[in-house]
């Protein structure tokens, strides 16, 4: 697998992923070393589907969940629910994921409650097992079943954070935004646009995410590209697709937006 | 549909709408490739109405939620209730909107409770899916189905936000007050009162909205306009309508009443 | 009605009120064209009687609730209730104030958690109307049906205020104490005092309200001296009843307590 | 009633209670006119005692509530309870007081929830009702029903207070500490000691009261006194009695004690 | 009783205690007057044994409840169980307390919740009562109950406090740490190390406790140096003993744990 | 036991554990004089895997907990819980390793709400004790039962502390990381490296871990070595090893990921 395009011919469930430096090799040993697999960046570069794409590849299911900051290990682990005057246990996602040597993918993980951080542990080190109290029962996790965490370090750097003793129980993956080529060429891909208007919406957000001085608490991630492109590709203007699809998401602040928008116009 | 003024002959089920700008044409090409919409725009300057008329134009069911600072995702998704010694499952207004296919329009998004937002990002990303963990069922949109929200960014800037990776996953649309001429058409129209009368009550309300050195935290919306009118062509006088149906909503500082009633009282 | 005096002979049920300014006729405009009223004066000041009066005068019944920092939208609209094994639904006093086309007053609002003001949206604008999840039911209220709220604009003034987009969805007026005729008129009626000594009352809380140097956090009310009426026309000294009717109720500082009760004994 | 001593021959429902000043007075016009009574103090002067024997002079019933930051109102209301299969409404204490005609007595009212206070709201004005939301049931209070609720002003003053709304549905009352010689007269009377040993420990007491610079944040109450009358006429040594029934539990400071001991000592 | 060794040989149900000061005679005269004790004192001097001692020497069971700042009323007076589709009232310790006559020893009384204190008022006064809404029932306490409760003043002063209305229902006792001569005893007696050991031990922890400077937030308690003794009965080296049993759990600060592990090798 | 080497070939059941200091013996000694444990450490030297290893060295089971700030009570105690109708007792992990006798581990006990500290009291002091409130029953330990709490206190030190009034009920050990041969003998055997890569490994560590300048607020444990070597083990080049494996669990921050990254190029 190491290496490889994963958009192959292998049908429809492997979906397009463009691999960017060594992020499939180190997947890949993750995975047979039976380790967990943190993974880095800013929001829209493509960590979910990486993981989604690396399912596809290893054929195991993927399960996702989304953490907020009410994610409790109850939600991860299963609950007892009334249904019509019985009452049935219902597996949680974690529990789903790993009975089934599925891949699991916590998005957001230091959103969640800390006693969803503590589940993990007993998952990550030599025990790889669960305790389901509620059933009395010890899960032991099959080889085939993996742990992924992601997290956005650039946002509210210092707020919230993993504690060390669960960080270092992690494998780690760094991604960043690809290089313009690379990043045109999803673009279209995923638009539909012509590559030419492709390479001119990522010359315009290269611009955008040098202009360091717009104090700006994100920066525009490829997704954004991707939807202006498509709002282009069904015949809207450029410039009208630029500030629907990519400035105005990023900002309320009427000058940044403005100083943006006549980017856009110099090079659309 | 684009561009064309909403309030047609189809029938009643069309509100009054006018368009300012080119937001008939964002939304329509947002609809047909299947993203999301975020409307930013101050208070009562016809957000909510714009989604309604184009609901009414797509011919679109509307599910409006207004949210406040409780509301979660069990709100949006559903619950089991207790009724009568069953129990039995309600779906909530978003589950409700995915199924039927509706527009679904959350108001005020920024104060909903964070596991809200999350429930969205399965469903403003390529999956276009929910997952019901009490129903053990994922639900996946059709076509048909647009997720709306809005939110007013010059209030409370920089308290409550949403985040970046919430953000980059909509098209966006900022409002902002109608220019006179088209405000006082709206006034006239929703009122009933003359073009004269409606004329002289936005002359008011722009001076209102110019005097920037009053601190208000916000300004006179179009509704409060209405509002006078509709008290003037009951047979209020003007000057007393413009202080119970402007002034006295707008603030409680005595100064800048009597100053606001200073500058009605000219006008009017 | 506009302008009359309501305390007339139409039978018991109108409750005494004497119209301060002109909040009679905004109140029936109001009324007639099915706006929200917003009712903003100190404690005291006569904000509940006006209500009262008002809803006898149009013949529609009252509903009053309290609002304090636990009142929820669910106190408002309803709840299922576990009543000898059965479930029963009940409507809250907003659903049944909707159903019967009554006049619903919410006192001190802004006390109320932020949930019931959203529910308050959509009945004060075009819909009118409340959507009560629970029983999957949209009621829309009757021509008949009005929604007053009132607060006291100078009580913590800036720490909790309704939102802007709340404020806007009302028509507003602002009470003030009565004239010392008029309040001494009030006093006399309300507690049975010669008018000579309603008078004298109302002398000592005019020269009370006017000593600003005194830090009070609060004036006396119109209700204060009618308890001090109450108590003087069973016998007790005037000077004992201004004490314990009117001084220490306002405060519980000896230097200020002394100093009212100085001009209490200098005028009565 | 009024003036007399209220210690009488009427049988042993009347506890011993010495009135200080006019505060008798207050109470019988208070509950003639139906008017509710605020009681303020600091801790052990009597206040609860003055209670219960006004209660027993008007031969009501006495309802006592010792508020907690958790008192709620349905702790006062009621509630449903589920009890061996069948759910049971059980009146809660003012629900009781308010149908038995009885004198309620809150102690330390500021401490309980904001919803508590609202629901004497309707109880102290001109209404005189409750209403039971679970049973759909307004209650009147009976003429004979009276509200009594206390509080010390001199603890933490300015941090949790009676709201102007609240506070100015009440006569008030100021209770101290009693004149030396009526202060022997109590202690003798509570404890048994004789009369030479309470007068001197009150002189104790007293002394200790206006070393203002100690810096206690409380002064000792009578009860204290009555507690090592009590401790002394068992048998225990005056100074020690004076130790640990009064000055241990008046303060933690070493210092303070050491001096107050030396105090002690010198007129024990 | 009073004044002598309680270790007597009354059997095995009156524990070791060894008074220090007049102790024993304050409970004897509290448990005479039926008057209620608080116990003041640092961590491990003694405070729980004195009561156990006490209860025994009354002859009176001892209801223990370590109180922590989730303890509420409920889990003192008692609740409804669901057990087995029935609902069965259980006392709590403070009803079955009560029940029986027994000593409530209520420890670290201070983080308990505010409902907890306010409770005890009621069983504090001339009433010695408590009252269960739930089962509608007033409990007179029988003139053997008595309530004793303790805290640490030294530990986080001022931050959580007795209000003066709790603290002046109280006799007072503060407990120290007893005289060298005397914890030695008390260490060779609990631990079974030799006499000579124990003395040694005590000189070291003597030292310990005066080194100020050290900025610990605690001192070593009795406890600790009985700990040291029996590792030191069972073979453990003196020094091994003293650095695991008194100094690790003293402090986590490495320099101070080489201070004093420097101190207790000069000594041992 | 003391002193042994614990890795024997007593079967499968005793984990790999390399003996540090004395700890072995300390453990043995508490263990037999039935005295709890802390053991205080870095995250990822060692602590869990010592108690395993004493565990199965005492020939008793174990039982763990990872504490988290939501951990209560009720979850270690037990609770009733509803099954398919009827209601059952489920004995929570303390509860069930009373009764077994096991080795109870609660690790990062500080992270554990306070009413778990405070359950703890009364099984560690002379009673040995725990009360089962819901099922009212009193279980004394057996003497083959023993509690270990761990945590770090390096990590937030200051802002979460157990009380000395529940720490100095513990015999203490602090654990570091073990001496470079020790520790690269840990990491071949734990990962399957050669001993010279092993060695490499904790030479990189080790300067890492003495570059103080870093701020880090953590030091690379000993298990993310183990996890370099395994990557390294399957075929991962060595540096991009110690990059995923140490380097990215250790920190986010790119220059520091720098420095170290050169470090590891340097050695590696």
Redesign the interface.
Known sequence: MAGAALSTDEGPKVPYYRPIH?EV??FD??F??Q?AL?I?GP??CGK?RFVEAMAATVERPLV?V???????AT?LLGR????????VW?D??LTRAVRQGAILYL??IV?A???V???L??LT?HRRQIFL??L?ETLTAPPEFMLAISF??G?Q?GFKEL???T????????FQYPEPAVEAEIVAQESGVEPAMARRLVTFVTKARNLEEFGL??T??T??LA?AG??IR???PAR??CR??V????T?DADI?AALQDTADLIL
């Open positions: 060594r090799e180190v040993h993750a047979r070393n380790l943190m880095k929001t829209g979910s996702t989304a953490c907020h900051d009410d994610t409790s939600d007892y629910l009334v249904q019509g005057g019985d009452t219902q949680g996602p998005d957001e959103e409650r800390e006693d951080v503590v589940v542990h007993s080190d109290d509620r009395n956005n370090p946002y750097r504690k060390p003793s960080r270092q129980r992690f494998v780690g993956l760094s608490n994100a525009a991630s997704r954004l939807h498509r709002l069904t015949g809207m009208l697709a629907v699809g400035i105005e998401p990023l309320d937006r």
